[in-house]
T-cell receptor, first 111, second 117 residues
Framework: KQEVTQIPAALSVPEGENLVLNCSFTDSAIYNLQWFRQDPGKGLTSLLL?????REQTSGRLNASLDKSSGRSTLYIAASQPGDSATYLC??????????FGKGITLSVRP | EAGVAQSPRYKIIEKRQSVAFWCNPI?????LYWYQQILGQGPKLLIQ????????DSQLPKDRFSAERLKGVDSTLKIQPAKLEDSAVYLCASSLEVRTGPNSPLHFGNGTRLTVT
């Protein structure tokens, strides 16, 4: 059974800092890995999707990497802004395409 | 394009009562999902539809939860009778294809927050 872990549960940083959010998973037989953002009272918004054959994906100030062999992914946020404050969830899709989510990391960027 | 629509946004009921949630996916999306997100947890898949057929309902508590997707478009999720542990946000999502991927990302609605007292 796939398990996805995100540690720490919460993070607070000053504006402008570069930061890394970590995600680990137990079963390396994945189809893809996705990072989502969730604002309070809202649904999830897809940020980046990395196929199992890829190593990384970039979108603006965001860069996600995938190391299947070690069961790890990182989401790098450059030059953080208060508007980046949200919960970031990692999800892994297995061969059946079913997504298993981590509990998320709640990020607070202080002005 | 219009997003995934869900209603109601909030619902408060007493235990043992019944409740229903409604979802309208993005037009043309064949696959529809219902997720349960308990406070502080990641979403858990309850049921996945491909058009109006069920692809996966392995984590749906079928003794109290039911879902249908008539005509392969809108969907309703029902709980009867509700328990205290059903308090959660119920998220609907849709995608173009069964497999989410670069050409078929997952789109979520804003969810229905259910409180069972």
């Amino acid at each position: 059974k796939q398990e996805v872990t995100q540690i720490p549960a919460a993070l607070s940083v000053p504006e402008g800092e570069n930061l890394v959010l970590n995600c680990s998973f137990t079963d390396s037989a994945i189809y893809n890995l996705q990072w989502f953002r969730q604002d309070p009272g809202k649904g999830l918004t897809s940020l980046l999707l990395i196929q199992s054959s890829q190593r990384e994906q970039t979108s603006g100030r965001l860069n996600a990497s995938l190391d299947k062999s070690s069961g790890r992914s990182t989401l790098y946020i450059a030059a953080s802004q208060p508007g980046d404050s949200a919960t970031y969830l990692c999800a892994v899709a297995g061969a059946n395409s079913k997504l298993t989510f981590g509990k998320g990391i709640t990020l607070s960027v202080r002005p | 394009e219009a997003g995934v629509a869900q209603s109601p946004r909030y619902k408060i009921i007493e235990k043992r009562q019944s409740v229903a949630f409604w979802c309208n996916p993005i037009s043309g999306h064949a696959t529809l999902y219902w997720y349960q997100q308990i406070l502080g947890q990641g979403p858990k898949l309850l049921i996945q539809f491909q058009n109006n057929g069920v692809v996966d309902d392995s984590q749906l508590p079928k003794d109290r939860f039911s879902a249908e997707r008539l005509k392969g478009v809108d969907s309703t999720l029902k709980i009867q009778p509700a328990k205290l542990e059903d308090s959660a946000v119920y998220l609907c999502a849709s995608s173009l294809e069964v497999r989410t991927g670069p050409n078929s990302p997952l789109h979520f609605g804003n969810g229905t927050r259910l409180t069972v007292t």
